[in-house]
T-cell receptor
Framework: AQSVTQLDSQVPVFEEAPVELRCNYS??????LFWYVQYPNQGLQLLLKYLSGSTLVESINGFEAEFNKSQTSFHLRKPSVHISDTAEYFCAVSRSGQGGKLIFGQGTELSVKP | DAGVTQSPTHLIKTRGQHVTLRCSPI?????VSWYQQVLGQGPQFIFQYYEKEERGRGNFPDRFSARQFPNYSSELNVNALLLGDSALYLC?????????????FGEGSWLTVV
């Protein structure tokens, strides 16, 4: 069975500081990896995804994540955060033949302080 | 273009009652999935429908059911409501079942069972 572990439930950070949100997964088969962001009282928005190819994927707002197969990780990073990045971040996995079914982690609350 | 729309946005029900939640996918999307997000946790997969047929089911009791209509909209029904059914119910749509196609989420229906 697949599972996703987000190692930090809350990450407080000051504005313009770097941040890393950690995600580990377990699966016996190849997986596809996603990061979603949820702003207060809103639905989920896709931030970035890894399907194949380059293990480093980037989003349009400065986030990046690196797929590490040997460590079964897909950590999310940003070199300099903004107040507007304050949100809940969810790591998720899916696998071939299960389009539409995502297994989510528990979420990490990123709180950016001025 | 309109995104995934869900109704109602908030509702309060009493234990033992029944609830119907509705979802309209993005135009052209034939796949609809439902997720339950309990406060403080990541979303849990409930159902996926594609071309009006159930294509996947999560670990939820038979009190939960769903269907998809010819126009690809969907309903989630929950019978004999329990206090533990209180959650945000998210609907998501995508063009098909292929993993990697972006899954778009609605803003959810907040269900409170008292």
């Amino acid at each position: 069975a697949q599972s996703v572990t987000q190692l930090d439930s809350q990450v407080p950070v000051f504005e313009e500081a770097p941040v890393e949100l950690r995600c580990n997964y377990s699966s016996s088969v190849s997986v596809y990896l996603f990061w979603y962001v949820q702003y207060p009282n809103q639905g989920l928005q896709l931030l970035l995804k890894y399907l194949s190819g380059s293990t480093l994927v980037e989003s349009i707002n400065g986030f990046e994540a690196e797929f590490n197969k040997s460590q079964t990780s897909f950590h999310l990073r940003k070199p300099s955060v903004h107040i507007s990045d304050t949100a809940e971040y969810f790591c998720a996995v899916s696998r071939s033949g299960q389009g539409g079914k995502l297994i989510f982690g528990q979420g990490t609350e990123l709180s950016v302080k001025p | 273009d309109a995104g995934v729309t869900q109704s109602p946005t908030h509702l309060i029900k009493t234990r033992g009652q029944h609830v119907t939640l509705r979802c309209s996918p993005i135009s052209g999307h034939k796949s609809v999935s439902w997720y339950q997000q309990v406060l403080g946790q990541g979303p849990q997969f409930i159902f996926q429908y594609y071309e009006k047929e159930e294509r996947g089911r999560g670990n939820f009791p038979d009190r939960f059911s769903a269907r998809q209509f010819p126009n690809y909209s969907s309903e989630l029904n929950v019978n004999a409501l329990l206090l533990g059914d209180s959650a945000l119910y998210l609907c998501a749509s995508s063009t098909d079942r292929v993993v990697g196609n972006t899954i778009y989420f609605g803003e959810g229906s907040w269900l409170t069972v008292v």
